[in-house]
């Protein structure tokens, strides 16, 4: 219920700023409102005001600003200067831009009320290494502090992976220079190539297989209907060697679990000062088409390090909003690159999300906190905003596609043509979303 109507509340107040949008322009513009509807379908609220009908509707996907024109109805003469179609091209693209702006707007606004109040970040350290990914490969090791990545200087873990997506959609390796814990300077190259698509697509998300947080080889949690629990292993437990082998660090005891499908294995553990002896057989299970073993085991973080990575940034207030705007036109800029790089086949469709996955992001940001849920509203805001300006028929970007190729002809795009494009955008867009719903149910519930 929580993800729900943290989903529900985040489509409404971004639908609504968008039609605010077009709203206010309209009107600053003269032009009569009709209705401003939230959500689609049969009205559940419905007021009436001295022009303007606003409705409240119970599919919480969108909305819409209906104007008074003369292609959908008769108009009086007497309000004929207040239809939208009769109004100048640069008035029609003011009011239509006006949606997707007040998205970019709105998410200017949350960040700056977060930056304001201080942003929590992690220190670009690497804590672990995971293996078998192309940051193993390329030879990082924990402590690595990451100076730049293809070139770009990095403050934080969200900068690095914001460069890890960037560079991604570009061929080649990715070059990233880094302080080794020795304080000398190295360069590794991330090839995701190297390792199928699986890894270009994680990549793509920021994920070479590095890791901030760094986990002691010790036990801290147990599935009780895990193999570990069965053997007789504890919460607590240090991991000493696995037939005679020293247990490094955790990743390398996941490996060799994974490695150990249906394999006996005497395992040496430290519990209370004391050294003992434990027989384990890992269970065989089914990961990506590949057998593995497990164990039902989760490890204890290394609670000292990962409280070195956090630090504060305190902005005053202008530089809060400075940052803000930044921040916004450096997100927005990226989701351009990225629909770019998709359309060029450079960058996987796997990544489009859809509405089971942001309301499941929602879900998850309002339980961390409300600064969390604001920066998720922003991300998605600026999403919105972006998505709208597509140069896509029955999107706000198509309808200023036809504007611009007014202005240049002299004359409006003819109404056969308009439809055809009305056709094809509402193809193109229906299919996208089906893919994304695809991509959500994979996610989701492992399909």
Known sequence: MLTLLAFIVAIGVLVTFHELGHYLVARACGVKILRFSIGFGKPLLRWQGRETEWTLCPIPLGGYVRMLDEREAEVPEAEQHRAFNNQSVYKRIAIVAAGPLANLLLAIALYWVVMAQGVTQLRPLVGTVLAQTPAAAAGFMPG????????????????????????????????????????????????????????????????????????????????????AQRAGFKVGDKLLSADGVAVASWDAWVQLVHNSPGKDLTVRVERAGQALEIKLRPVAAEQAGEVIGR????????????????????????????????????????????????????????????????????????????????EFLALISVSIGV???????????????????ELVRGRPVGERAQLLGQKIGFILLASLMAFALLNDFSRLFGG
């Not at 814990?181 to 698509?197: C, K, L, N, T, V």
């Open 144 to 227: 690595d502090r990451i100076l730049k990545v293809a070139g770009e200087p990095v403050a934080s873990w969200q900068d690095v992976r914001m460069a890890l997506v960037d560079a991604a959609m570009a061929p080649g390796a990715i070059v990233v220079q880094v302080a080794s814990a020795q304080g000398a300077s190295a360069e590794r190259r991330i090839d995701a190539e190297r390792f199928g698509d699986k890894a270009q697509r994680a990549l793509q998300q920021g994920d070479a297989g590095l890791v901030p947080g760094r986990y002691l080889p010790v036990l801290g949690a147990l599935d009780p209907d895990g193999a």
């Open 295 to 374: 164990i039902g085991a989760a490890p204890q973080p290394d609670q000292d390090w990962n409280r070195s990575l956090a630090f504060v940034r305190h902005y005053e207030p202008l530089e809060a909003g400075l940052a803000a705007a930044q921040k916004t036109w450096d997100t927005a800029w990226m989701s351009v690159k990225f629909i770019g790089h998709m359309l060029l086949g450079r960058a996987s469709l796997d990544n489009l999300s859809g509405p089971l996955t942001i309301a499941n992001v929602a879900g998850q940001t309002v339980r961390e906190g409300l600064t969390p849920y604001l």
């Open 387 to 405: 998505l709208n300006l597509l140069p896509i028929p029955v999107l706000d970007g198509g309808h200023l596609m036809y504007y611009v190729a």
